[in-house]
């Protein structure tokens, strides 16, 4: 069996986590779709949030407590730029990622691209999945918001880590998507998916840019698997994260049925055909998509696992 | 009164203390045209390791066990990087280093020569000289070398750290010499300078990069100021580092006299007015240049002073 998943970073590097461990019970495939408009540059660094996160939660190197980054993370690098008085100071770069993202940003500047240099750091964790970028083109949100009473396009960094989303906000805007390709891998391994799951992520700023390659998108719509999303809302509240401001701020409403409309049923042009929600949202209708309430709360591998179990059954392709 | 000194890393920088502190008595002014012969990219960070010596240890920030480096450095990135697997392993890349190489990398990078990126650098460390590198274009010692039965030029990094200079050793060449100019505001501060002091550097590596630069050394050869050198042997044995083996590589004596020799007399197409030597070697001769015996050992920083205040007395311009 193959499986492939959309992802973002955290919330999704956790649901990849029980991916994994279902998918080891199934001797199936999985490749992750990793969401890339998170990515930035600092300070001269190529930083890929999402991968990173996923790259460091499967390879068992992630901080659990912290949420983000390396366990047994330093800030020598950090402090030392802030003594220099350069910006950004307000991102948070450890000196364990600073060495990630020197080997990637000389592969990159060598030529290489990000497909092969994530391939190549995923060589020392051993993710257990394949992990993809969703493109190896510049693709990245922008966030057009209200700083000082001026309107004004921000990266996604900016407004999640400066500002914790707490701006007036109007658009995301996912620069270079229109010309994005997907990266090598992505089409085929879709194409060939016995199913593919939209993990848990951010729907808005996580799950979107993925979506807004075009080939992606179409490939997912209209490919022979059948599409099991995750609600990453339970009730009224984001699983993490700060889904809730994002889904506001583009007029969605905050509930597993507001994010289920966003992506849309297969059948009305849109990519769910099934909707994980939580136990606590049966009931929870949306139009062409069949739902399914069961726990959503990741609190450990299992939890997660019998999720990912529930989703494969209601695709219709569990072993 | 204007003191020019050029200078290499480490043994530069602990002379220039000394110079700053008896400029200070005077009232000079003081610019440091430093090495840059050694500087170096790695993990696509620009590496000055002799600029990095004299502005950490002028900004009291070096370490003064270790020789090199910051003071309570860590290793972090080297660690991470080592990790990955990706070489060179064996560079000492610190982690309070790299934010100042990700800063300098960053800059040149927008394009701001390196002249320009040390001043915003040293806008931190206040180092109480003017620091300028020799010159803002390429210029790298690489060194012809025999390894594994093969003959081959490699880095003067590679040469200095990974092998400790222990390599059947042919020869010097400074790549890109050739079309080198000199920095904005060397030659300006050559010609208005009192005196110009060559530090008791490497002659080979940190001192011959520097007057490989065509327009700097008939600057120093022809200009008005008195030139005074500082021996870096004393005996046969160098102060620090392996001014030995690059002396014995190059077919220069292990001397005071053979490192004069190499300098040679203004009055005779090199360099050289006046020689300091350590009282030991005194009696040494070097044609057509004036030779003192004083105290060469700087045990500290009152010391030094003290031998430039000999090499000023030595050029007459001691106020």
């Not at 408009?37 to 300070?43: I, L, N, P, T, Y």
């Not at 993370?73 to 730029?81: D, F, I, Q």
């Not at 701020?249 to 049923?265: I, K, P, Q, R, T």
């Amino acid at each position: 069996m193959r499986i492939v998943v959309l992802s973002g970073g955290i919330g999704g590097a956790k649901f990849l986590a029980g991916v994994r461990a279902h998918a080891r019970t199934l001797g199936a495939e999985v490749t992750a779709v990793v969401n890339v408009g998170d990515d930035v540059r600092m300070h001269g660094l190529q930083i890929c949030p999402d991968l990173d996160s996923v790259m460091y939660t499967l390879g068992g190197a992630h901080d659990p407590d912290r949420g983000w980054g390396r366990v047994g993370e330093t800030w020598v690098v950090k402090e030392e730029l802030a003594a220099y008085g350069v910006e950004p100071s307000w991102f948070g770069l450890g000196d364990k990622d600073t060495a990630t993202h020197l080997v990637r940003t000389q592969m990159l500047n060598a030529g290489y691209p990000l497909s092969a240099v994530t391939a190549a750091l995923c060589a020392r964790w051993q993710p257990g999945v394949t992990l993809l970028p969703a493109t190896d083109d510049r693709l990245e949100t922008h966030v057009v918001v209200d700083v000082d009473d001026e309107r004004r396009a921000i990266h996604f960094q900016e407004w999640w880590v400066r500002y914790r989303g707490d701006l007036p906000t109007h658009r995301f805007v996912f620069v270079g998507a229109d010309n994005a390709k997907s990266a090598p891998g992505v089409l085929d391994a879709i194409n060939a998916a016995d199913v593919v799951l939209i993990a848990p992520s951010n729907p808005v700023v996580s799950i979107a840019p993925i979506l807004a390659v075009g080939a992606l998108r179409d490939a997912v719509a209209s490919g022979p698997a059948p599409v099991v999303g995750v609600s990453p809302i339970i009730g009224t509240s984001p699983v993490r994260g700060m889904a809730d401001k994002c889904l506001t701020a583009v007029g969605a409403e905050v509930s597993a049925a507001g994010v289920a409309g966003l992506y849309g049923s297969r059948s009305d042009g849109g990519v769910l055909d099934g909707w994980l929600v939580d136990s606590s949202d049966a009931g929870t209708e949306v139009a062409g998509v069949t739902t399914r309430a069961v726990p959503l709360w990741m609190t450990d591998e299992d939890a997660t696992a019998a999720m990912v179990r529930h989703a494969l059954e209601l695709a219709g392709v569990n072993a």
